[in-house]
Nanobody, 123 residues
């Protein structure tokens, strides 16, 4: 079992920056890939970024160049540095992990989820 806790959400103006954090506990040695997803108002949950233990990163087209994912594998922690934020980045951001290489897209492929942290980009 792995438990995930996100933090760092809040209200930020367009063009601003924010860093989210995710801390895993429990059987962190089982984690192979960590990821950030988000779900905006009236939208489906979508994958934003992920990183495997091998260092392979994925970023969605909408955030590439603005968001950067960092991981500390030994500590089971992950952060998402977000810059140049836009109103369309407003969403609940979730941390999710899997214990093997998976097809990234389907939500059902991820093993554990955090409760989410709200990010609101508004003036």
């Amino acid at each position: 079992q792995v438990q995930l806790a996100e933090s760092g959400g809040g209200l930020v103006q367009p063009g601003g920056s924010l860093t989210l954090s995710c801390e895993a506990s429990g059987n962190i040695a089982s984690i192979y890939i960590m990821s950030w997803h988000r779900q905006g108002p009236g939208k489906q949950r979508e994958l934003v970024a992920s990183m495997t233990n091998s260092g392979d990163r994925y970023y969605s087209h909408s955030v590439k160049g603005r968001f950067t994912l960092f991981r500390d594998i030994a500590k089971g922690t992950m952060s998402l540095q977000m810059i140049s934020l836009k109103p369309e980045d407003t969403a609940v951001y979730y941390c999710a992990v899997a214990d093997r290489m998976i097809v990234l897209g389907p939500i059902s492929n991820w093993d554990y989820w955090g409760q989410g942290t709200q990010v609101t980009v508004s003036s």
